[in-house]
């Protein structure tokens, strides 16, 4: 049974970064593609980006491509996600998750494809 585990959030300036990091365990992720979602009051998850761990494509959205950038320790089994220039809006609670797939990043980066989730990390955004 795959675990994810959040870690690396809490309150920054406007402007600042942070960097999430997923701690994974209980199987190999050879085969998986692992994400990050956010979930503000009051909002639907969004999907952030992704990454497939058997070809190395990545996803973003628009709200934060250019800004945040995934990425993966292959020997750790931690897949992170660096978040700069971070703004107010950007103020949630951050999930990574994961999905069995040997399909690219992009084919299957959203909520409803999503089988695992890690319990979320709160990233606030203020002066």
């Known amino acids: 049974q795959l675990q994810l585990g959040e870690s690396g959030g809490g309150l920054v300036q406007p402007g600042g970064s942070l960097r999430l990091s997923c701690q994974t365990s209980?199987?190999?992720?050879?085969?998986?593609?692992i994400g990050w979602f956010r979930q503000a009051p009051g909002k639907e998850r969004e999907g952030l980006a992704c990454?497939?761990?058997?070809?190395?494509?990545?996803y973003y959205a628009d709200s934060v491509k250019g800004r945040f950038t995934i990425s993966r320790d292959g020997t750790k089994n931690i897949v992170y996600l660096q978040l700069n220039s971070l703004k107010p809006e950007d103020t949630a609670k951050y999930y990574c998750?994961?999905?069995?797939?040997?399909?690219?990043?992009?084919?299957?980066?959203?909520?409803?494809?999503?089988?695992?989730w890690g319990k979320g990390i709160l990233v606030t955004v203020a002066s």
């Open positions: 209980g199987v190999s992720l050879d085969y998986y593609v």
């Open positions: 998750s994961a999905v069995l797939s040997l399909f690219p990043a992009h084919a299957v980066c959203g909520e409803p494809s999503m089988e695992y």
């Open positions: 990454i497939s761990r058997s070809d190395g494509s990545t």
